[in-house]
């Protein structure tokens, strides 16, 4: 068993050989101690350990009980402190530890008196040391190397994350410190919006570390930087390269072999490769560009901009993330949200089955939509279940005056007189159903099918999506809805072709007119009469809540009447 | 591309994630390791990161019921052994055996740090808040103790002497913890 003494000497010793500052008798009669005791032996193996602990997690041990190291630093009775244990050091006595079954104290430690003398070394010291410690407070204020913790960023949104088990979770809201160590996200996503305005999504696994308003530190993992022109310089930095934003998007991955990718998608960042003991090597990469920092060497190669690689935006609302694809900001595009699909059911849409149709009476859905004649509109609005972004149907009269077109209340009273009788579901199948003859007055029952004749010709595109809403009949699209199932984007317009089938070109004359309303204003109104096809685009607002399209029969009755919305969407645009 | 975090788990995802969590969970074992095999920060630091990417490299040979720590000290090892070698005349060490008696102690033994770790933290929480700052002053703002010498105008012998009294009292209460597990 080791003295106290013995540990106080060997502890010296082990500083002194990790700071390089033995000289060759200390070092010799340090090995000499680890060859011929296994208890020296066991002791350096636990300083060592202890050592790097310290060094590396000093800071998160110690972070909810002390202040932030930067604020009491600066306190003059550390230095005195210092100053009293350093003169004292020699006199220091230390008890025996308590016994085992005792709690766990610190040793205490009983300082002898000393007799103080009051001379002139003694206040030549007392005023070096106060000159020492304003020295020493200019040293820790204004070197850049040694720079005081602050709040730099705010844990902006998390997605499942999962955190260091040694550590207490970081939540959502969650002020970031620099000088905190590494911060470890073993799983989920997280995003760190900077006070200096840049933001960052981490994908875990990840190791990073807050540096400074405009610097993080990627030990490993993946990041997605998108930096405002408030935060130009922000500098992403990783074991062997340092990435220097200059108005811009990326995204940086530092693997576990060591080595670093950078792809830029927006704007110009400037890569410097090296580790601190390598020279540097300096170069611009530009949007649509992507470099890997070699592990060994610091290298830089060129490489493959990866697309849907690194998360861009993520919503713990939705659960929902968005990946960045490959296009330059300005040509980004996005795939509008299909109506068709809402109709159809999004699991239906999904696997090509469009048969389903709603009755626009009763808001029922049909497995197979349903057609026949002398169904009468009850001048009613119904809710629509099963189908979560629909909020209601009805059959449009005029006669009424008010016709009800959304569950908040909404009204329009703009539709002709109709004929109050509608035919069919509403449905995203783009067949014609023809039918043998037609009985008057016949009981409501299942007609025979004589014809199917798709709503889209041979020679047009294929894989269109479109809307049948034989007259007369309508649907209110709940937007609210949708918006909060699409959080990266804003709902920017309705867009659709409002048509015949082909096939029915040559029929009888057909007079359908179709509507298209916004919370009950109408925003496009069109006979069919004047011309087979009409294009819609019509821009929507933040604050506009539902979409009715609509369709009447112009005045005869409904025979024939096939209208149809030929690619219903509503388009995207990315929020900021 | 939109999607759900869950759905978009991919097989190179799950090997990254399990590579991360059993890497961080020895990676404090396997730098005290080096520390011990080359006694200097710098260099332990950078043999931690070879290590680490030769453990990554070889990630698909780990058998899962083997032990990752002892599997990554091996590694970590090898690396040590070959750093010393191409320093010998550079860099000031003790004799290549000594290192190899450390090397097959601690390879013998395959925890990991935890509970040192949570005896660390329990231990540095008791101290004295003038010692907590003297320690946060060496080991998060790097101030070198020739430094903290020569800017108070004391002997560096005093301030290892400060140091090193800091370092036993927190030993102690480790020990004392562990000895209680």
Same mark, same amino acid.
């Given at each position: 068993?080791l003295?106290?003494?013995e540990?106080l000497?060997?502890?010296?010793?082990?500083?002194?050989?990790?700071?390089?500052?033995?000289?060759?008798e200390?070092?010799?009669?340090?090995e000499q101690q680890?060859?011929?005791?296994?208890?020296?032996?066991?002791?350096?193996r636990?300083?060592m350990?202890?050592?790097?602990?310290?060094?590396?997690r000093?800071?998160?041990?110690?972070?909810?009980? #002390?202040?932030?190291?930067?604020?009491?630093?600066?306190?003059?009775?550390?230095? =005195?402190?210092? #100053?009293e244990?350093?003169?004292?050091a020699?006199?220091m !006595?230390?008890?025996?530890?308590?016994?085992? =079954?005792?709690?766990?104290?610190?040793?205490?430690?009983?300082?002898?008196?000393?007799?103080?003398?009051i001379?002139?070394?003694?206040?030549?010291?007392?005023?070096l040391?106060?000159?020492a410690?304003?020295?020493?407070?200019l040293?820790?204020q204004?070197?850049?190397?040694?720079?005081? %913790?602050?709040e !730099?960023?705010?844990?902006?949104?998390?997605?499942?994350?999962?955190?260091?088990?040694?550590t207490e979770?970081?939540?959502?809201?969650?002020?970031?410190?620099?000088?905190?160590?590494?911060?470890q996200?073993?799983?989920g996503?997280a995003e760190?919006?900077?006070?200096?305005?840049?933001?960052?999504?981490l994908?875990?696994?990840?190791s990073?570390e807050?540096?400074s308003?405009? *610097?993080?530190?990627?030990?490993?993992?993946?990041?997605?930087?998108?930096?405002?022109k408030?935060?130009k310089?922000?500098t !992403?930095?990783?074991?062997?390269?340092?990435v220097?934003?200059?108005g811009?998007?990326f995204?940086v991955?530092?693997?576990?072999?060591?080595?670093t990718?950078?792809?830029?998608?927006?704007g110009?960042?400037?890569?410097?490769s090296g580790?601190?003991?390598?020279?540097?090597q300096v170069?611009?990469v530009? /949007?649509?560009?992507?470099? &890997?920092?070699?592990?060994?060497?610091?290298?830089?190669s060129?490489?493959?901009?990866?697309?849907?690689?690194f998360?861009?935006?993520?919503?713990?609302?939705?659960?929902?993330l968005l990946?960045?694809d490959?296009?330059?900001?300005?040509? &980004?595009?996005?795939?509008g949200?299909?109506?068709?699909?809402?109709?159809a059911?999004?699991?239906?849409?999904?696997?090509n089955?469009f048969?389903?149709?709603?009755?626009?009476?009763?808001?029922?859905?049909?497995?197979?939509?349903?057609?026949?004649? *002398?169904?009468?509109?009850?001048?009613g609005?119904?809710a629509?279940?099963?189908?979560?972004?629909?909020?209601g149907?009805?059959?449009?009269?005029?006669?009424?005056?008010?016709n009800?077109? %959304?569950? /908040?209340?909404?009204?329009?009273d703009?539709?002709?007189?109709? #004929?109050?009788?509608?035919?069919?579901?509403?449905?995203?199948?783009p067949?014609?159903?023809?039918i043998?003859?037609?009985?008057?007055n016949?009981?409501?029952?299942?007609?025979? !099918?004589?014809?199917i004749?798709?709503?889209f010709?041979?020679?047009e595109?294929?894989?269109?999506?479109?809307?049948?809403?034989?007259?007369?009949?309508?649907?209110t699209?709940?937007?609210?809805?949708?918006?909060?199932?699409n959080?990266?984007?804003?709902?920017?317009?309705?867009?659709?072709?409002c048509?015949?089938?082909?096939a029915?070109y040559?029929r009888?004359?057909n007079?359908?007119?179709?509507?298209?309303?916004?919370d009950?204003?109408?925003v496009?109104h069109y006979?069919? *009469?004047?011309?087979?096809?009409?294009?819609?685009?019509?821009?929507?607002?933040?604050?506009? &809540?539902?979409?009715?399209?609509?369709?009447t029969?112009?005045?005869?009755?409904?025979s024939y009447?096939?209208?149809v919305?030929e690619?219903?969407?509503?388009?995207?645009?990315?929020k900021? | 591309m939109t999607?759900?975090?869950?759905?978009?788990?991919?097989?190179?995802?799950?090997?990254?994630?399990r590579? $991360?969590?059993?890497?961080?969970?020895?990676?404090?074992?396997?730098h005290?390791?080096?520390?011990?095999?080359?006694?200097?920060?710098?260099d332990?630091e950078?043999?931690?990161?070879?290590?680490?990417?030769?453990?990554?490299?070889?990630?698909d040979?780990?058998?899962p019921?083997?032990? $990752?720590?002892?599997?990554?000290?091996?590694?970590?090892?090898?690396?040590?052994?070959?750093?010393?070698?191409?320093n010998a005349?550079?860099?000031?060490? $003790?004799?290549?055996?000594?290192?190899q008696?450390i090397?097959?102690?601690?390879m013998?033994?395959?925890a990991?740090n935890?509970?040192?770790?949570?005896?660390?933290?329990?231990?540095?929480?008791?101290m004295k808040?003038?010692?907590?700052?003297?320690?946060?002053?060496?080991?998060?703002?790097n101030i070198?103790?020739?430094?903290?010498?020569?800017?108070?105008?004391?002997?560096?012998?005093?301030?290892y002497?400060?140091?090193?009294?800091?370092?036993?009292?927190l030993?102690?209460?480790?020990?004392r913890?562990l000895?209680?597990?």
């Amino acid at each position: 068993m080791l003295t106290e003494q013995e540990k106080l000497h060997l502890s010296k010793l082990i500083l002194k050989l990790i700071d390089n500052s033995l000289c060759k008798e200390e070092l010799a009669a340090l090995e000499q101690q680890l060859r011929q005791s296994p208890d020296t032996l066991a002791f350096y193996r636990e300083f060592m350990r202890d050592y790097v602990s310290l060094k590396s997690r000093i800071h998160t041990y110690l972070a909810k009980d #002390s202040p932030a190291p930067g604020e009491k630093l600066l306190d003059g009775d550390v230095w =005195k402190a210092l #100053s009293e244990n350093e003169r004292t050091a020699a006199q220091m !006595v230390i008890e025996k530890p308590q016994k085992e =079954k005792e709690k766990i104290l610190i040793e205490k430690v009983r300082h002898e008196k000393l007799q103080r003398h009051i001379n002139k070394f003694s206040l030549t010291i007392a005023f070096l040391s106060a000159a020492a410690l304003f020295a020493m407070i200019l040293y820790v204020q204004y070197n850049p190397r040694r720079p005081v %913790s602050q709040e !730099v960023a705010t844990l902006t949104d998390l997605l499942n994350p999962r955190w260091e088990a040694l550590t207490e979770p970081f939540k959502d809201g969650d002020r970031l410190r620099t000088n905190i160590g590494p911060i470890q996200l073993n799983g989920g996503f997280a995003e760190i919006t900077y006070d200096s305005g840049a933001k960052v999504v981490l994908e875990g696994p990840a190791s990073f570390e807050m540096v400074s308003p405009l *610097e993080m530190t990627l030990h490993y993992g993946r990041l997605y930087a998108k930096v405002s022109k408030t935060a130009k310089g922000f500098t !992403v930095a990783t074991r062997n390269s340092r990435v220097i934003d200059l108005g811009t998007e990326f995204g940086v991955h530092a693997s576990f072999n060591g080595e670093t990718e950078l792809h830029v998608f927006d704007g110009k960042t400037t890569l410097v490769s090296g580790t601190p003991k390598d020279e540097k090597q300096v170069v611009d990469v530009v /949007a649509g560009q992507a470099k &890997r920092v070699r592990y060994v060497d610091s290298a830089v190669s060129d490489i493959e901009l990866k697309k849907e690689y690194f998360v861009e935006k993520i919503d713990s609302i939705s659960g929902q993330l968005l990946r960045r694809d490959g296009q330059p900001e300005n040509q &980004r595009q996005f795939e509008g949200i299909k109506l068709a699909a809402m109709v159809a059911g999004q699991d239906n849409f999904k696997q090509n089955k469009f048969e389903s149709g709603i009755d626009p009476n009763s808001g029922n859905i049909n497995p197979e939509a349903e057609q026949n004649w *002398e169904r009468t509109g009850h001048h009613g609005y119904a809710a629509v279940k099963d189908r979560s972004f629909i909020d209601g149907v009805f059959v449009p009269d005029g006669s009424i005056g008010l016709n009800k077109v %959304s569950s /908040a209340g909404h009204t329009f009273d703009g539709f002709p007189k109709t #004929s109050n009788l509608y035919w069919m579901d509403i449905t995203a199948n783009p067949y014609i159903i023809e039918i043998q003859g037609r009985e008057k007055n016949a009981s409501l029952k299942k007609v025979p !099918v004589t014809k199917i004749i798709p709503v889209f010709d041979d020679s047009e595109k294929t894989n269109q999506s479109c809307l049948l809403i034989h007259p007369n009949a309508a649907i209110t699209f709940d937007l609210e809805k949708i918006r909060q199932a699409n959080p990266f984007f804003e709902l920017s317009s309705f867009t659709a072709v409002c048509r015949l089938p082909q096939a029915m070109y040559d029929r009888t004359i057909n007079k359908s007119e179709f509507w298209v309303l916004l919370d009950g204003k109408c925003v496009f109104h069109y006979k069919l *009469e004047d011309q087979f096809t009409k294009q819609v685009d019509i821009p929507i607002t933040s604050q506009q &809540r539902f979409l009715t399209l609509a369709t009447t029969d112009g005045g005869d009755d409904i025979s024939y009447d096939w209208c149809v919305f030929e690619q219903p969407e509503i388009k995207l645009n990315l929020k900021d | 591309m939109t999607g759900n975090d869950n759905k978009n788990s991919s097989v190179d995802t799950d090997k990254s994630e399990r590579f $991360f969590q059993l890497l961080m969970t020895s990676q404090n074992r396997i730098h005290g390791f080096l520390f011990m095999m080359v006694h200097n920060e710098s260099d332990a630091e950078d043999i931690l990161q070879e290590t680490a990417a030769a453990m990554w490299q070889r990630f698909d040979d780990f058998q899962p019921d083997k032990s $990752f720590i002892a599997w990554g000290l091996a590694i970590a090892h090898n690396k040590a052994v070959n750093f010393l070698k191409r320093n010998a005349r550079t860099k000031v060490h $003790f004799n290549e055996d000594l290192y190899q008696r450390i090397a097959s102690i601690e390879m013998a033994d395959e925890a990991d740090n935890t509970e040192r770790t949570e005896a660390m933290r329990t231990c540095l929480k008791k101290m004295k808040k003038n010692d907590q700052k003297l320690l946060l002053m060496r080991y998060e703002n790097n101030i070198p103790i020739k430094q903290i010498a020569e800017l108070l105008g004391r002997s560096q012998n005093g301030i290892y002497q400060t140091m090193a009294r800091l370092h036993n009292l927190l030993h102690g209460c480790i020990q004392r913890a562990l000895a209680l597990r």
